[in-house]
């Protein structure tokens, strides 16, 4: 199995945005388990 040049470029960006994405999945997940606000902010 031979991957071109293109096809490991696109792979790498789709694990970086995979890993971003999941980062704030579990952040915005921990964060309503909380009850704190996503970007550090107070609300009230």
Do not use: S
């Amino acid at each position: 199995m031979t991957l071109t040049r293109k096809e490991i470029v696109a792979l790498i960006i789709v694990i970086l945005a995979g890993i971003v994405l999941g980062r704030l999945a579990v952040r915005a997940f921990l964060n309503m388990l909380l009850g704190g606000t996503l970007w550090g902010g107070n609300i009230l």
